[in-house]
């Protein structure tokens, strides 16, 4: 697959170690190829979105990271160290989306258990505070709500002071309060230096809070830029008008006219020149109440994972696995 790298965002800071360096990684589950040569940099105080459609192979490059599987080729260094060493020396956390945690005990018990696995841990107080969770210290985890919990999670992992922090969907179950004050003490962590990986479905949230969106697909890197980089490979726009009974193959053979889809009276139009669209729109039909809109974050993903996108990197951009 073809990997668009956008304005030298990877690579890191002089003199800086990596947070996280992947060199030509593979993976392969017997004839499954799960990840097909990758190569990735992240800096040390980076927030980092990685994002791809189920099978991407999201999850089995977040688990080499973690030390839990081994490269089929190529090399994984956490803070130039092997990721077992790095998270041996806690330097490493995660924040998984289920599991992990006792229902009967209370919140600030479970803190306080976990803390105590660690050689100068975070002060308990320091991290419930951090995590939003102060006021239900004294609840049980199994009362709590899952985005509470997930809450909780986040907590446990601030306790070893990791230098990264892996995040599997973890705004699940929030409330848009509780997401953003998460998000709030995640770019506080950031800005001490705390590098931030995480995987969501909650594309918003890529887009608003991460430094740099890397885009996985079909076990490769295809694009990797600041949300506004990655946005601006969607080409054109979308137009949105009210038009009854539209006639969507009149509509669809248009100059510039990549995608036509009508939802009762409403009609979306996507097209490279919108100008020309709602020009015909206003001049040779009863259309009226249009938008225009620039294409979005989904539109980039989806136009960048699809099954359509061409899965053959160029000789300059790696080799095939």
Request: proline fraction near 3%; include cysteine; charged fraction near 20%.
């Amino acid at each position: 697959m073809t990997q668009t790298s956008l304005s030298g965002t990877s690579g890191s800071s002089a003199g800086a170690v990596p947070a996280v360096r992947i060199s030509g990684v593979t993976k392969d589950f017997g004839s499954v190829h799960a990840v097909r040569g990758i190569d990735l940099t992240l800096d040390q105080g980076e927030i980092v979105a990685f994002l791809g459609p189920n099978g991407a192979g999201k999850t089995t490059t977040i688990d080499m990271v973690l030390g839990l599987s081994h490269p089929t080729s190529g090399s994984v260094e956490v803070l130039g160290l092997p990721p077992r060493h790095a998270i041996a020396r806690g330097l490493v956390s995660a924040v998984m989306q289920t599991g992990g945690l006792l229902k009967d005990l209370t919140v600030r018990e479970t803190v306080q258990y976990t803390a105590s696995l660690f050689a100068g841990a975070t002060p308990v107080d320091e991290v419930l505070r951090t995590a939003g969770i102060e006021s239900i210290a004294d609840r049980k985890v199994g009362k709590c709500s899952g985005g509470e919990q997930q809450r909780l999670r986040f907590a446990m992992a601030l306790l070893s002071d990791p230098a990264l922090l892996l995040l599997d969907e973890p705004t699940t179950g929030m409330d848009v309060e509780g997401r953003r004050a998460f998000w709030s003490a995640i770019r506080a962590d950031a800005e001490k230096g705390r590098t931030v990986l995480f995987a969501t479905h909650y594309l918003e949230e890529a887009d608003q809070y991460a430094d740099r969106i890397v885009l996985i697909s079909h076990g490769r890197i295809v694009a990797d830029g600041t949300g506004s980089q990655i946005k601006a490979l969607a080409a054109g726009r979308t137009i949105r008008a009210t038009l009854p009974d539209a006639d969507a193959d009149v509509l669809s053979a248009l100059a510039g006219v990549e995608n036509v889809d009508v939802r009762g009276d409403a009609v979306y139009i996507h097209a490279k020149d919108t100008d020309e669209v709602a020009r015909y729109l206003l001049t040779q039909t009863a259309a009226h109440d249009l938008e225009i809109t620039a294409r979005g974050l989904e539109d980039a993903f989806l136009s960048l994972t699809g099954d359509d996108h061409d899965i053959t990197p160029t000789d300059s951009e790696g080799a095939s696995a």
